[in-house]
């Protein structure tokens, strides 16, 4: 699957979201528990971006500029979706902004002490 939707994207997915999809892709009730995390169909390229996620009522994007230095684990942008459409970097990779997604909708905290 994940090499159909690189073929479909005419390019290779960043490891760490190959990963991510490989592990988790197909639990849907996961991805859309409250925003969508897309799973590998519903990933797409537009405006020089990999959209790879969305808020619940679609005000709110998440994507991977492709064009980053760090192409393994490449930092998140977010814009709103208005006429606008300015991109904001989340400052986290792939994985950690997954994390903390799915982390607030399940209420999961994490304490700074051992």
Known sequence: MIAETEHRLGMSLPPELSAFHHQLGSCKEL????????TLEELEIADGYL???E??????SWAIPLQQPNHTDPIVWQRVNDLACAWYSE????????RTMLDWTFGIEHSSTG
Do not use: R, T, Y
Request: hydrophobic share 55%.
């Open 31 to 38: 991805l859309n528990a409250h925003n969508a995390i897309f």
């Open 51 to 53: 959209f790879i996620a």
């Open 55 to 60: 808020e619940e009522q679609n005000i709110v």
């Open 91 to 98: 400052e986290q990779g792939v994985i950690e902004f997954f």
